[in-house]
């Protein structure tokens, strides 16, 4: 009974049809099958998650997927916390990537975590999103993080050799056309996965806002920015903000990006739980790597304004 049960899949109105008995005879049958330890059932996690409160961010903000850090990253510093994030979120990866893929990296420390815990990935391209941030040491800039991953993969490696912010639209049109660049632009269509980092419009959130001078930052603050996600903004309903911005970023488009067929964000904790909660509130996101610190914040968050029915 227990081998149909748990292993093929059968119903226990089926198992009692066969074997000729009640399905609550089966019932009490299965349930000392564990007692004695005849069956075992084992939960092999990619990391230590609280699934209880995953599941709850899951069903709150309607993703595929949330995973979040055990409350124990309560107490530990965020440089510790943003490594376990990266972690978790590395084990992911390397359990739904297939060959077929076409994975794009936005560069952010998370990400770079992530990219620093993975161990095995199938061949597939690695596309880089967003353009260099300037003043970042070359273990940390998003050329290398793309080649670290490509290293693992041997996939074919599609890097940005340019900076995130230009100074004006003519410098984002030239160096866009230069051919390794538009390469890796011909390949935002193509992509079926990316993984992001989620930024709050905050100093040291955001590694587009701490490319701006304060003017700028000031006038994007007043539009009503709230997130940021390669270098793409979203006020806290999670609808677009549009600025000037937009045209001097070297980065994949916000529509590009809300075309990926899936895309895993990591935004973890507590200053930043208003920025996590404006992006998923977007649809870009459907899957959500965070912990404990945010998670609290975003239930809170969900029940004072509960997403709106899907259409």
């Known amino acids: 009974m227990a081998r149909r049960f748990y292993v093929q899949g059968h119903s226990k109105l089926e198992i009692a049809d066969e074997f000729g008995v009640s399905r609550f005879k089966v019932a009490r049958m299965l349930d000392a099958a564990l007692e004695s330890g005849l069956v075992r059932i084992e939960f092999d996690l990619p990391a230590p998650v609280d699934v209880e409160l995953s599941d709850e961010v899951r069903r709150a ?23 376990r994030v990266g972690a978790l979120a590395a084990r992911l990866l390397e359990e739904i990537a297939v060959p077929e893929d076409v994975i794009g990296l936005s560069w952010a420390r998370s990400v770079n975590s992530m990219t620093e815990a993975l161990r095995v990935m199938p061949r597939c391209p690695i596309v880089q999103l967003c353009g260099v941030q300037a003043g970042m040491d070359m273990r940390g800039r998003s050329v290398e993080t793309v080649s670290r991953v490509t290293s693992i993969s041997g996939g074919d490696a599609y890097p940005i050799f340019g900076p995130l912010v230009l100074p004006d639209q003519r410098t984002l049109d030239i160096l866009r056309h230069q051919p390794g660049i538009a390469e890796t632009f011909a390949q ?62 070297l980065a994949i488009g916000r529509e590009e990006l809300m075309s990926v067929p899936e895309v895993i964000a990591i935004g973890y904790s507590q200053p930043k739980a208003a920025a996590v909660d404006a992006v998923l509130r977007s649809g870009l996101v459907s899957t959500l790597v965070t912990d404990a610190a945010a998670a609290g914040p975003l239930l809170d968050l969900a029940a004072e304004t509960p997403l709106p029915p899907p259409s």
């Open 61 to 83: 903000y309607r993703l595929d997927r949330a995973l979040v850090l055990e409350r124990s990253s309560l107490r530990e510093p965020k440089e510790v916390v943003r490594r």
């Open 188 to 249: 935002f269509a193509k992509l079926t996965k990316a993984v992001v980092s989620i930024g709050a419009w905050a100093t040291g959130e955001s590694t587009v806002y701490d490319a701006l001078d304060d003017a700028e930052r000031a006038a994007i603050a007043a539009r009503g920015a709230t997130a940021e996600v390669a270098a793409r903004l979203f006020d806290a309903s999670g609808a677009p903000v549009s600025t000037g911005l937009t045209h001097h970023v």
